[in-house]
């Protein structure tokens, strides 16, 4: 989540716009394709896209069979990335997701070893049901997903560029789950939740996928372009106006910070990573729909997968059946006054 670095070109206005209008088409195009393949569920499969147009990783929550895998894959084509699965067990190792080195002996008998990588090699890494691993296990793909290297025995191997982990994970109830540490949690820039589909997109799905061909969506742009928009995203002006409302907003989620629902409701509330996740997704969100800056609304429509998994509640709060989503909407209703 670094800041941009000094040495990146910084494009003049007219050129920011002349690119964007060429970004919005992409998307546009990104949008249409995936849409073939995946029905209903607009806003996750929005969120999704926003957080690997932003850069960075996305936990998809909801329970099993609701096309979470089907999703990533669709997008692994659509978006012309390399992409690996993993389906995450107790008893998968951390060198099962890194890699293993191996011994090898040539014809003169010298012995040396090689290291032979595993599956987060791919630009595109879907984690599934992540909290079934064990911590030591989820704690190796969420360090390669901060690092973007991974280090055996003493040496670094760089993972592709770009990288992006869409993780899956059932919702915590469920037995046999590991969940995942709060610190985390913190890397995925969105957390998405998907919910059963429509009524009018769960009929469309059974009269789509059960005959004999099913629509296979194709690349429309491939790693190079992706970056590119990227670099883009992180370029896109930002007025100060939507500067303020991130502030405010990520602030009043924050305990002892003069919201008295946050302080009577929240045990702890959002770092810095959330104001840069709603920043950067701000300027994706407003390419996705067409616009070439973001406004007010891409803030507070981003509020709750940004701030989702970021914020606990106190035990008084959750015993009285409140969830960090009713606290989240409230912060969003007091921000727009």
Known sequence: MGMMTSAEPLLDEKAII??????????????????????????????????????????????????????????????GLEANRIQFTPDLMPSDILGTEVMDQDETGRRSFRFIKGPVFAQLLM?????????????????????????????HYDLPSPFHVLATQNPLEQEGTYP????????????????????????????ETTGITEAKPSSVIDAARLVDIQKLIRQMPVSETVVDAILALVRSARPGHGNAGTDKNVAWGPGPRAGQALM????????????LAPSLDDVMALA???????MALTFAARAEGMTVRDVILDLVKQARG
Request: overall charge negative; aromatic content about 4%.
């Open 127 to 155: 984690a599934d049901e992540i909290n079934r691993a064990s911590p030591r296990t989820q704690s190796a793909l969420l360090q390669s997903m901060q690092e973007y290297h991974v280090t055996i025995a003493g040496q």
């Open 280 to 291: 950067l997704c701000a300027r994706a969100r407003a390419l996705y729909e067409g616009r």
């Open 180 to 207: 995942l540490p709060e610190a985390q949690l913190d890397r995925f820039l969105l957390q998405v939740d998907v919910g059963y589909p429509e009524l009018s997109a769960e009929r469309q799905i059974l009269l």
């Open 18 to 79: 002349a690119a964007a209008e060429k970004a919005l088409s992409d998307i546009a195009e990104v949008r249409q394709e995936v849409s073939k393949v995946i029905f209903g569920q607009e806003r996750v499969v929005e969120n999704t896209l926003l957080a690997i147009l932003s850069g960075g990783h996305a936990l998809l929550v909801g329970v099993p069979g609701l096309a979470k895998t089907k999703l990533v894959s669709t997008l692994g084509s659509v978006l």
């Open 304 to 310: 709750e997968p940004v701030l989702e998994h970021r």
